[in-house]
């Protein structure tokens, strides 16, 4: 079945670095998009980063030039390196998959998430 496991999270002080890991299995990883989404109490849940399978990546405007996505398609893991971290930061990170094969024929799949909290 499918699993994406992160790992990770914690607690950190502002200005300080975290790198979030995503272990991806029950699916063929290198031709999925990857994604990092996070959901901070009382807010919706937010793209914050997300890379093809291609490689191309894009990133919310609150975290360009601090976060860094990327993927290692052999350990079929993705990261997120998180620098420079605010605590407006702090939230609940989701690792997410999506395939869009064409029109009804989608597949999205979420891990359980990894709490990032940036205090001092």
């Known amino acids: 079945q499918v699993q994406l496991v992160e790992s990770g999270g914690g607690l950190v002080q502002p200005g300080g670095s975290l790198r979030l890991s995503c272990a991806a299995s029950?699916?063929?990883?290198?031709?999925?998009?990857m994604g990092w989404y996070r959901q901070a109490p009382g807010k919706q849940r937010e793209l914050v980063a997300r890379?093809?399978?291609?490689?191309?990546?894009n990133y919310a405007g609150s975290v360009r030039g601090r976060f860094t996505i990327s993927r290692d398609n052999a350990k079929n893991t993705v990261y997120l390196q998180m620098n420079s971290l605010k605590p407006e930061d702090t939230a609940v990170y989701y690792c997410?998959?999506?395939?869009?094969?064409?029109?009804?024929?989608?597949?999205?799949?979420w891990g359980q998430g990894t709490q990032v909290t940036v205090s001092s």
């Open positions: 997410n998959a999506n395939r869009w094969n064409g029109p009804g024929s989608e597949y999205n799949y």
């Open positions: 029950g699916f063929i990883f290198s031709i999925y998009t």
């Open positions: 890379i093809t399978s291609s490689g191309n990546t």
